[in-house]
C-alpha cells in the first residue's frame, strides 16, 4: 500500500477495506472497478494504518458482519482520522446490532447494507469522500484571489479536484489543451496570482486539514500529500501562509486564503 501517485491517476480516489468475508469483498469489488477508484484490502489493522499514514485515503470500509476483534480495532481509527470517511459494510443481521450502534457512535459516514446498497454503493462511498468535500467546500475560488476568466475557474477546479495531491502545470495544460507557457501567462493575467503558487495554496490547505487528524503528524501529512519530505511541507506552508507546519492546525481555510493574498500570491523574479 506504499508509494506515490501523481497527475491524473493521483486524483483517482483511495479506498481502503478491512473485510474477511467473500460477499462482502465481492461486493466492493464490482462497486470499485480500477477506473472508478483504487481499491486495496487490508489484511488488519495495521495495514491499515500504514495506508492512512503514508496515502490519502478517501474511505476506509469495515466489514462490520459478526465484528471480531481486528474488526473493532479498524473502527476505533476513526476517532483519529476525522477526514477519512468510515463505512461499515453488512447484511445487517440481528447479532450485527451492537457493530452497528458502535459505528453511529464513531460518526462513520454511513453503514453500507449488502443486497439493498450493493448497486449504490460506490456513489455513497465517494460522495462522502475526503477528497469529494474538499471539492464541494472550494468549487468556487474565493473572490479575494481575483479568480475570474473561464480557464482560471476551469483551473482551479481541476486543482482542487486533487485534494492536495501533487499536479504539474504541464498536466494541466493538457488536459486543457493548451501549451504550458500559454496557461501559466493566462492565468497570471491582470495581476492574479501565478498558477504555481495557487497549486501550493490548494495543497497547503489540504495539509492544514489533515494535520487536524489526531492520528497523523507532520511528517505523515507531508507523505500522505506527495511532499518530497517535512521540510518540503515546511518550506511550502511558509511560503505560502506565513507560518510552520505546525501551526497549521489552528487556522481555517479563510485564514490561509487571507494570509496568501497579502503579497504571497506571486513569486519574486
Known sequence: MKGRTNDWAG????????????????ILRSAFPRRKGRLVFARNVDEVREALRTSLVDAVIVDIAGAQEEAWKVTSLAAD??????????????????????????????????????????????????????????AQPPSSLSLGSPIQ??????????????????????????????LSRSFAANGSPNLKRVIDLVRVIAAAELAKN???DLRDVSAVL???SPSHLATTSQRIAGTKPVSLTRLRTVDIIERFVRGRGRSRR
Open 214 to 216: 489526531p492520528g497523523l
Open 226 to 228: 506527495g511532499f518530497a
Open 153 to 182: 475557474h476551469q483551473v482551479w477546479t481541476l486543482v482542487v479536484a486533487h485534494a492536495g495531491r501533487p499536479v504539474r502545470t504541464d498536466t494541466l495544460a493538457a488536459e486543457l489543451k493548451v501549451t504550458r507557457e500559454h
Open 81 to 138: 482520522h476525522a477526514t477519512t470517511a468510515f463505512f461499515g459494510i453488512t447484511p445487517l443481521r440481528v447479532g450485527d446490532a451492537a457493530a452497528v450502534a458502535d459505528c453511529v457512535h464513531r460518526d462513520f459516514a454511513g453503514v453500507l447494507v449488502e443486497g439493498i446498497d450493493d448497486t449504490v454503493a460506490r456513489d455513497l462511498v465517494l460522495r462522502a469522500s475526503f477528497s469529494a468535500r474538499f471539492a464541494r467546500a472550494l
Open 11 to 26: 486524483a483517482i480516489p483511495l479506498v481502503v477495506a478491512h473485510a474477511k468475508r467473500e460477499r462482502a469483498r465481492t
